[in-house]
């Protein structure tokens, strides 16, 4: 009963809040206008992960009765990052300070046990990090959250992203039957679902930092969560949400190689992303954000089928696939990526 109610009540109480949150952010100048970055027209509220982010919590701090102080510091850790990108949302922290708290909830969570301390080879024996189990917990953290911090640039495209990433998470939980992982996947599954119907194009409501940060933490955090039976959702560690993101990561990876190159601050915005590039050759919001979704749920089922095949074989499937969605995409994009 327990996992049905967490995808149920974080379903409806985000459904229910996002109203209430449109005009809270009205009332409060939490407003995303439009811009020179901007592809949106219109004046929108932002901060809607406050909609999914209270119920995400509460649900967290229930699940303290079923798996103990584990759930506590994750939901100390998900509000912790929820009101970091709140106040970005409302002061526009520089890049710098916000990368600075980041860091600092990072090292929380990895006081807290939320730590990699085993990268498993899918060609050989796994390798015990020890002293560089910080660092590599750091720049997971690190990686996720401001990939999805990047890719939230297009209606919808975030919270579809991170709601298929939730289900293939779900997915990997019930193979392994690591119940932990099914609890936390079906929370950010109701969440996502219900602000996906406001938040995809037109949008009504944009999840702004305060939602993108805290998807990419708990997905950061449920690959890496706990330990013995609980400790990660596949014995690949980390390499089936890396996978999944493959959208998001590519694309911050361009924008970091591109914004090096132009000796620029890597955290600096602009609007080159992948979502921009295919939005000026005239494809619609809607239909890009589709088009990620597809390429998303490919690779995500990739990533689930390390577990029932061949992990060598599908190494090299992934490494193939790879390499042709990184030429067609410096093709197309060359000039403008990383000029």
């Known amino acids: 009963?327990?996992?049905?109610?967490?995808?149920?009540?974080?379903?409806?109480?985000?459904?229910?809040?996002?109203?209430?949150?449109?005009?809270?952010?009205?009332?409060?100048?939490?407003?995303?206008?439009?811009?020179?970055?901007?592809?949106?027209?219109t004046a929108l509220p932002l901060a809607g992960g406050l909609s999914f982010g209270i119920p995400i919590i509460i649900l967290q701090l229930i699940g303290y009765f079923f798996w103990g102080e584990l759930m506590l510091f994750l939901a100390i850790g998900s509000f912790m990052i929820l009101m970091l990108g709140l106040l970005d949302d409302k002061a526009a922290f520089t890049a710098n300070h916000k990368l600075l708290f980041q860091?600092?909830?990072?090292?929380?969570?990895?006081?807290?046990?939320?730590?990699?301390?085993l990268l498993t080879n899918p060609f050989g024996d796994s390798l015990e990090l020890s002293f560089f189990s910080y660092p590599a917990t750091l720049l997971w953290f690190l990686v996720v959250v401001?990939?999805?911090?990047?890719?939230?640039?297009?209606?919808?495209?975030?919270?579809?992203?991170?709601?298929?990433?939730?289900?293939?998470?779900?997915?990997v939980g019930l193979i392994k039957q690591n119940y932990l992982i099914i609890y936390l996947s079906l929370i950010l599954?109701?969440?996502?679902?219900?602000?996906?119907?406001?938040?995809?194009?037109?949008?009504?409501?944009?999840?702004?930092?305060?939602?993108?940060?805290?998807?990419?933490?708990n997905i950061a955090a449920i690959s890496i969560a706990g330990d013995g039976e609980f400790k990660g959702v596949t014995s690949m560690t980390i390499l089936v949400p890396i996978i999944i993101l493959t959208v998001p990561l590519m694309d911050m990876t361009l924008a970091v190689l591109r914004r090096v190159k132009r000796k620029k601050n890597?955290?600096?915005?602009?609007?080159?992303?992948?979502?921009?590039?295919?939005?000026?050759?005239?494809?619609?919001?809607?239909?890009?954000?589709?088009?990620?979704?597809?390429?998303?749920?490919?690779?995500?089922?990739?990533?689930?089928?390390?577990?029932?095949?061949?992990?060598?074989?599908?190494?090299?499937?992934?490494?193939?696939?790879?390499?042709i969605l990184l030429i067609i995409t410096y093709k197309i994009f060359k000039k403008e990526l990383i000029k």
Do not use: W
Not at 108 to 116: E, G, L, S
């Open 1 to 41: 009963m327990i996992y049905f109610f967490a995808i149920i009540f974080s379903f409806l109480v985000t459904y229910l809040l996002v109203p209430l949150n449109i005009k809270l952010s009205k009332k409060f100048g939490i407003i995303d206008n439009p811009n020179e970055r901007a592809i949106h027209k």
């Open 189 to 217: 599954i109701g969440a996502n679902a219900a602000f996906l119907r406001y938040n995809f194009f037109p949008a009504k409501i944009f999840m702004g930092d305060t939602g993108s940060l805290l998807l990419g933490f």
């Open 266 to 323: 890597i955290f600096q915005a602009d609007k080159e992303h992948i979502h921009h590039k295919l939005y000026d050759l005239g494809i619609s919001q809607k239909n890009i954000a589709l088009i990620s979704y597809f390429i998303t749920f490919l690779f995500g089922l990739i990533g689930f089928g390390f577990l029932l095949s061949s992990k060598k074989l599908l190494m090299i499937v992934l490494v193939i696939l790879l390499v």
């Open 103 to 117: 860091v600092l909830i990072v090292t929380f969570m990895f006081c807290c046990d939320f730590r990699i301390e």
């Open 146 to 171: 401001n990939a999805f911090n990047l890719i939230d640039g297009l209606d919808g495209l975030a919270t579809g992203i991170a709601l298929i990433a939730a289900l293939i998470l779900f997915a």
